[in-house]
């Protein structure tokens, strides 16, 4: 028998014009609400709500913009299920009006950097806050990133970014950490950090890690130029993750990940 707890999944919900994978399909709230159904029905147990889309160049969006899209969604959600309810943001002012709406959890891409007051809030809301790295910003990202030593420099920022949440009063069970795949990183920076996902594990904090349909797998697999064919890289990631204990996995395929997790937590049973 394993006796780590199982990965859970968290299902994306980008209620965007311009994501990269699924933009455009879910701004119209009654579609948004019917992919939010359909992904708790398929095993679902938090799903991630996001207004602004983050891939490599995407333009930033106002914060009542931003707002307009999610919280009256998360609001819907909140109503009808007891499902996690997560909100992907770098916005203070997003976040406040999400977790009013009954957001549990504030999935910030930037750490809480990106305004000054950003730590401050999510103290005071006392939710949970995922702290992901990101080397620049969405637009400028990609340009070219270099580290010397990727593990050692995103595991040190997120240390230091943890240690910045729990001073201005985050308490430390609510804080997980997200290496960042693809914010940031060349595909091989992405694979050295899913090889290493160990190390971020035994920081002591639940790992989130996002992977699901990210560009990096088409270096991998060059016929899959459109995200939609990069499911089999995803599970593949997935599975990774799971065998080196992070807590969750954020993707936009939840029944077929469901079943890869199912799947290789059984054969890891039947040692
Ligand atoms: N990836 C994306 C968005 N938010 N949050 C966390 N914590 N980790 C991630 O890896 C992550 C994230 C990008 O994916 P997606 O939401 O599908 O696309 P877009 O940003 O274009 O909306």
Redesign the pocket.
């Known amino acids: 028998m394993t006796d780590a707890a199982p990965v859970r999944v968290m299902g994306?919900l980008?209620a965007?014009p311009?994501?990269?994978?699924?933009?455009g399909r879910f701004l119209d709230p009654a579609s948004a609400l019917a992919q939010a159904r359909r992904m708790a029905a398929e095993g679902a147990q938090i799903l991630?709500v996001?207004g602004?889309?983050?891939?490599p160049g995407?333009a930033a969006v106002e914060a009542e913009t931003e707002a307009a899209r999610v919280v009256p969604l998360i609001a819907a959600l909140r109503a009808e299920s007891a499902i996690t309810l997560s909100v992907?943001t770098m916005k203070p002012q997003v976040a406040r009006a999400a977790v009013a709406a009954g957001a549990d959890i504030w999935?910030?891409?930037s750490a809480l950097t990106w305004a000054a007051d950003s730590a401050d809030v999510a103290a005071e809301l006392g939710c949970q806050v995922?702290l992901?790295h990101m080397r620049g910003d969405?637009r400028t990202m990609q340009a070219a990133p270099r580290y010397e030593d990727v593990v050692g420099e995103v595991e040190a920022f997120l240390v230091a970014r943890a240690e910045a949440a729990m001073t201005a009063g985050v308490a430390r069970e609510r804080i997980?950490l997200?290496p960042?795949?693809?914010?940031g990183k060349t595909p091989a920076h992405n694979l050295t950090l899913l090889a290493h996902l160990d190390r971020f594990v035994a920081l002591g904090f639940p790992v989130?890690?996002?992977?699901?349909?990210?560009s990096f797998i088409k270096a991998l697999d060059p016929t899959a130029q459109d995200a939609g064919e990069r499911l089999g890289g995803s599970l593949a990631c997935a599975l990774a993750g799971a065998r080196a204990g992070v807590a969750a996995v954020?993707v936009?395929d939840v029944a077929q990940t469901v079943q890869a997790l199912a799947v290789d937590r059984a054969i890891s049973g039947a040692r």
Do not use: Q
Not at 180 to 183: A, L, N, R, W
């Open positions: 994306i980008n965007t311009d994501s990269f994978s699924d933009g991630d996001g602004e889309s983050t891939r995407a992907d999935n910030d891409v995922v992901m969405p997980w997200d960042g795949i693809g914010f989130l890690l996002g992977v699901s349909r990210k954020r936009h």
